[in-house]
């Protein structure tokens, strides 16, 4: 007799909780399902045979007249101002932070590597890794996240997302001022008005475009676009590795390897 | 069949290599399209990033020992994955064979081979073939 009531028992909780979850909404979440074929590692396939100087740099010279590769964007067509025109007279390779002090490259240039998108709710991480540096960002989406105060200037700046229809719209503000902040091989420099846009559209489930729309009014007439196609390289993520760039070692290779002297009393 | 399964896994494997934002342009500082060697003693080796460094000093004509400094073409995480160790190379002789510096005198060189004098040992640094990538 008391098996039976406890039969009885088991089949009414199993009924009522089998009528509950009829009476439940199906488990949607429109950001996870948006989010989701983004995911994963992409790769740019901008590459050269030997991993190097993936082009030119649209016949742009440096220090000792050599000419200037592997930027990452066709910056022969970079609508420089009179200022940017000038700081590139100016400048010279032996101050680049990137290579003489180990300093992460920025955005735009660093999108130009593999990339990887993990999401939380609320949130995507980006991870962009490359020698020798593994840049992670936080892309704060629909108007979560922290709110800078006016001033508060970050190297990668502050990334905000949002989708626009099925695309991914990344918009990052906030940067600070960047020696080689529009593109470390022609050491280009960005501004604290420098603001990226990146639109990301699927074009299959393995293919995707990365539209990039640059925007300096210190250094730009006006706003600059180009675009690039990444490959799914699968979702697992980043191949990992010891990223600790040693500054040292990097002005030697400037002091014994670069025979630019732009500015010999401050060798 | 084995060298052919092997020569296919060599090709599959390089085009897994991801592409990498590379730290700056190897021909921009050393000239690629020249070869040289130096024969020497390691005196140095630092596995780091951007690119490993090793010491080498060779003796010049009057047995002057001059430092000849090696920048491998690849990082610290390569070089591990590698199997390199400092202690395999410190002390040892070894012929050095890569592209030199394009500073006019310079005693540096982006590597390339190495072989070590006793035993005949081949190491490749980066930028040859069974290689590390290039970063």
Redesign the interface.
């Known amino acids: 007799m008391p098996g039976t009531r406890r039969t009885t028992c088991a089949t009414v909780v199993a009924l009522a909780l089998a009528g509950m979850a009829a009476s439940l909404p199906a488990q949607t979440n429109e950001e996870f399902d948006k989010i989701f074929p983004f995911l994963g590692q992409w ?5 050269s045979p ?5 082009g030119s740099c649209g016949g742009y010279t ?1 220090d ?1 007249g ?1 000419k ?3 930027c ?1 964007m066709p910056v022969g067509r970079l609508p420089l101002n009179s200022r940017a025109e000038a700081w590139l007279r100016y400048v010279d ?1 032996l101050q680049s932070p ?2 003489a002090d ?1 300093a992460q ?1 920025a955005f735009p ?2 999108l ?3 990339l990887f998108i993990a999401a939380y709710p609320g949130r995507l991480v980006m991870e962009h890794p ?4 593994h840049i992670t960002r936080t892309v704060w989406m629909n108007g979560t996240g922290p709110q800078p105060l006016p001033g508060e200037l970050f190297q990668h700046g502050l990334s905000r997302g949002r989708f626009d229809g099925n695309d991914l719209v990344i918009e990052t503000t906030n940067f600070t001022f960047d020696p080689d902040g529009i593109d470390d ?1 022609l050491h280009l420099a960005s501004s604290v008005r420098k603001k990226v846009t990146e639109r990301y559209q699927l074009i299959d489930d393995n293919n995707m475009r990365l539209v990039i729309t640059l925007e300096d009014p210190t250094f730009l007439t006006r706003p600059f676009t180009y675009a690039f196609v990444f490959t799914k ?1 699968g979702s697992d993520g980043p ?1 990992q ?6 500054a040292e ?2 002005r ?3 002091e ?4 630019g002297d732009k500015y010999p009393d401050a060798r | 069949m084995k060298l052919r399964f092997l020569a296919a896994l060599v090709v599959i494997s390089a085009g897994l ?14 000239d690629m399209s020249r070869t040289i060697e130096i024969e020497g003693v390691v005196t140095s080796f ?1 596995l ?4 490993s ?1 090793m010491l080498v000093d060779v003796p010049d004509a009057g047995g002057k020992a001059v430092t000849w ?1 090696i ?1 491998a073409r ?4 390569n070089a ?1 994955r590698e199997g390199w160790k400092p202690e395999d190379f410190i002390g040892k002789q070894v012929k050095v064979e890569g592209n030199p ?4 005198g ?3 060189m ?1 590597a390339g081979v190495v072989t070590f004098v006793d035993g005949g040992r081949v190491v490749c640094l980066g ?1 040859c073939p069974g290689g590390p ?3």
């Open positions: 790769d740019p396939h901008i590459s030997d991993g190097q100087d993936r440096g000792y050599e200037l590769v592997n990452t390779q990137t290579q180990c490259i240039a660093v130009g590597d593999v490359s020698n020798p540096w091989h390289a191949r590795g010891w990223r600790n760039c040693d070692s990097a030697r290779e400037q014994y390897a670069y025979p | 290599v991801l592409p990498a934002r590379a730290h700056h342009s190897f021909n921009t500082f050393f630092r780091v990033s951007p690119h460094e400094r920048t690849t990082g610290a995480t591990k510096t394009r500073r006019v310079g005693t540096a982006a930028g990538p290039v970063e």
